[in-house]
């Protein structure tokens, strides 16, 4: 069955109030920019959001006032600055944001692959992210002894969300995700009930079938892929595209308050009707050209993208 369409038409199943979505990336790295900005563009609301680790789009969304809950594992934009959307709501009370590690979170979305209930860990002993969770009364972690050892564990209930996205430099029409470098989100991608991938490119099904080695999720997880390029700007993507150092240092410049980052919402969000929109305001296809990665170096040879 053909996987592809469009990514507007995919975001539309996505009930209005209330979904669960997972999202991959890390940091800014393989980012989910153009589902984040497609389901803030159709007014999703009231979002149950999780993530291994926390990037853009998810500052995005909580900015956009499009998340009800959010459980991470920490993040930030790199050296350009923090998530102050994210951390602000948390200063404020706001939106019911855990943090966890990013381990814990991993070991979650592990469990979520698995179908079990929970997965024991030791990890968070001993440290002032479990009290506080434990203090919030936070239902996903609980201290008990092993029935086999007498040992002190965590055991941390599984996320399985109705909704993951990832996204990865290519896919094909039956769904084979080809991802290149280093995988973060793999747990994340198979513990979603429904999977669904933005890639840079569309390859065959031939050439998954002549280059089987190189499938990183096989078609049978996923739910619907969107051919998005340049779908992780401003973030990087391996042997693809740099990051944008310029658009990155504006983000975190504009989103330390609200109003600014309002601005910035109006402008390049809800301003612009598609990701190609979006990427033509910030210079088009010679500022992508100018990110392309060096097949040598994955990325732009020196470092920094964009200047």
Known sequence: MNKIRELSDIVREIPDRGAEIGLGGFIINRCCMAFAAELIRQGKKEIELTSVSGNMESDLLVGAGCVKSYAYGGGSLDHFG??????????????????????????????????????????????DMLEKLLADKEDSVYIGES????????????????YVCIHAQAADELGNVLIEGPVWDLETAKAGKKLIV?????VSNQYVKNNQDKVTIPGVYTYAVA???YGA???????????????LTHYA???????????????????TKD?????????????MNALRADPAYGYVKGGGGHQ
């Open 227 to 229: 051919i998005v390029p």
């Open 275 to 287: 990701h190609n929109e979006l990427l033509e305001k910030w210079g088009g296809l010679a500022r």
């Open 82 to 127: 923090r998530l102050s959307r994210v951390n602000e709501a948390i200063e404020q009370g706001r939106y019911n944001i855990k943090e966890f590690s990013n381990l814990s979170m991993a070991l979650r979305m592990t469990a979520g692959t698995m179908g079990v209930p929970f997965i024991p860990t030791k990890t968070l002993l001993g440290t």
């Open 147 to 162: 029935p086999f050892d007498g040992e002190r564990y965590v055991f941390l209930k599984k996320l399985q969300p109705e």
């Open 233 to 247: 700007f401003p973030a990087a993507v391996y042997k693809e595209y740099d990051y944008d150092a310029e658009a």
């Open 198 to 202: 933005t890639a840079d490119r569309l």
């Open 253 to 271: 410049k504009v989103n330390q308050k609200q109003e600014t980052f309002d601005e910035y919402l109006n402008e390049y969000i809800l301003g």
